[in-house]
């Protein structure tokens, strides 16, 4: 393999990383219009095609050389680690995206999934550029921004009768997602743990404080 130092991604590099995960919001704007069976077969072809080419770089010295060529400026140290063969972010992204259509009700991944996006852009963009007082593994700046631009998000997204509860629910699993973020590259990748850990504390919290509710989305497809 073509040896890349991937020490530090620098502030332009980390620009056009985010901009392409951003894209990843089509995810949960697609899911809304299309049932969930459907968003499942989509998602699941693209997951497996993803971690194929993704795993293949590792054995592979051709495929690997196409794929540092093309990515190479996009990977992170721990991204490019032959030893650990881990997966790259864009193949979390997918393979979150699939599990949290597979495990939660519409309303919760959808919010959830978007959380991880802007959330995840903002905290990184803010952090890199503005974190200068360290809070738990990063940044206070960038765990903040993670925070702010979540509950932003949680205004957007679409609720099942558009309860105050909701609303609440929502800024209480940001603080959740904020936390997440910032202390997952210790244990899992956040693209993976933020929309898993996001989802299930709003399961949680809907069925606490609103138990008689149904969790689905009123005429949209299931």
């Not at 949960?28 to 770089?57: E, N, Q, W």
């Not at 105050?164 to 244990?187: C, K, M, P, Q």
């Not at 743990?193 to 299931?222: C, D, H, K, Q, R």
């Amino acid at each position: 393999m073509t040896h890349i130092d991937r020490g530090t991604i620098d502030y332009k590099d980390e620009l056009v990383r985010k901009s392409i995960h951003l894209t990843s919001l089509s995810i949960p704007v697609i899911y809304y219009f299309i049932p969930k069976s459907v968003a499942l077969i989509i998602l699941g072809t693209l997951t497996a095609l993803a971690m194929i080419l993704d795993l293949t770089r590792y054995f592979s010295p051709q495929v690997g050389k196409i794929f540092y060529k093309i990515f190479g400026f996009l990977l992170r140290h721990h991204e490019v680690d032959e030893e650990k063969k881990n997966l790259n972010g864009a193949t979390y992204v997918l393979l979150s995206a699939t599990l949290g259509v597979l495990i939660f009700p519409k309303v919760i991944f959808i919010t959830a999934f978007s959380i991880l996006i802007i959330g995840d852009t903002m905290a990184a963009l803010v952090g890199r550029k503005y974190g200068r007082h360290k809070f738990m593994a990063k940044s206070f700046q960038g765990t903040l921004a993670f925070f702010i631009s979540s509950c932003i998000v949680v205004l957007f997204t679409p609720k099942i009768g558009y309860f105050t509860e909701e609303f609440i629910i929502g800024f209480v699993v940001a603080f959740i997602g904020a936390i997440t973020e910032n202390i997952s590259l210790r244990y899992v990748d956040d693209n993976l743990s933020i929309p898993i850990v996001v989802g299930f504390a709003m399961w949680i919290l809907y069925i606490i404080f609103l138990p008689n509710v149904e969790l689905t989305l009123p005429g949209v497809p299931g």
